[in-house]
């Protein structure tokens, strides 16, 4: 087997996919950080996953600018007088958590295509990061996106399919509440 070394840049038919996935997990952190105090953890970590995917789009150039300008709209919310009165944790962060999946899964698909510890493959890594860290305040899992193995018992893949479900909004909280995970099933 011949080695074959990839190259810096990521493949044109990998871009399409990779910038819908970071332009919808953008969007939906940017509505998410609306409806959380400013400067509160929660806050910090939502705005790490936007400089972080503001900086691979700076990398990658193969992005439409016209693309990005599209949560203008939302400034005058991010620097509304009223977050300070919010709570700190987001209602329902399963379908952020559904697209940051998504997002994340186009990342790691990317870094398959790129130089190992290039420039691309780093930046790439560096917003898998700030969503892992969210993900790990949000829902206090480390093991949150990790894939189930061969030896899974029923009870995991019950888990699982519960957890996706929720990320899909197919199911609603347990208790009439829907506020953090406290009372999901």
Same mark, same amino acid.
């Not at 400089?51 to 990658?60: G, Y």
């Given at each position: 087997?011949a080695?074959?070394?990839?190259?810096?840049?990521?493949?044109?038919h990998?871009?399409?996919?990779?910038t819908? *996935?970071?332009?919808?997990?953008r969007r939906r952190?940017?509505?998410?950080?609306?409806?959380?105090p400013?400067?509160c953890?929660?806050?910090h970590?939502?705005?790490?996953?936007v400089?972080?995917?503001?900086?691979?789009?700076?990398?990658?150039k193969h992005?439409?600018?016209?693309?990005?300008?599209m949560?203008?709209?939302l400034?005058a919310a991010?620097?509304?007088?009223?977050?300070?009165?919010r709570?700190?944790?987001l209602e329902?962060?399963?379908?952020?958590?559904g697209d940051?999946?998504t997002l994340?899964?186009?990342?790691?698909?990317? %870094?398959?295509?790129? *130089?190992v510890?290039g420039?691309?493959?780093q *930046?790439? %890594?560096?917003v898998?990061a700030?969503?892992?860290?969210?993900?790990?305040?949000?829902?206090?899992?480390e093991?949150?996106?990790?894939?189930m193995?061969?030896?899974?018992?029923?009870? %995991?893949?019950a888990?699982?399919?519960r957890?996706l479900?929720?990320?899909?909004?197919e199911?609603?909280?347990?208790d009439?509440?829907?506020?953090?995970?406290?009372?999901? %099933?």
């Open positions: 087997m080695y074959r070394k990839l190259p810096q840049r990521l493949p044109g990998y871009v399409p996919a990779l819908d *996935a970071l332009l919808t997990a952190v940017l509505e998410a950080s609306t409806v959380v400013w400067g953890a929660t806050d970590a939502l705005r790490s996953i400089a972080a995917i503001d900086a691979l789009r700076a990398m990658l992005l439409s600018g016209d693309l990005w300008d949560d203008s709209d400034s991010l620097r509304s007088s009223d977050r300070a009165r709570p700190i944790t329902n962060p399963f379908p952020l958590l940051l999946r994340r899964d186009a990342l790691r698909s990317a %870094q398959d295509h790129v *130089a510890d420039a691309v493959y *930046a790439l %890594q560096m898998d700030t969503i892992m860290g969210l993900t790990v305040l949000l829902t206090g899992d093991t949150y996106f990790h894939p193995g061969g030896g899974t018992t029923d009870g %995991q893949r888990a699982e399919a957890k479900a929720r990320e899909r909004g199911i609603v909280p347990s009439g509440r829907d506020f953090g995970l406290k009372g999901w %099933q």
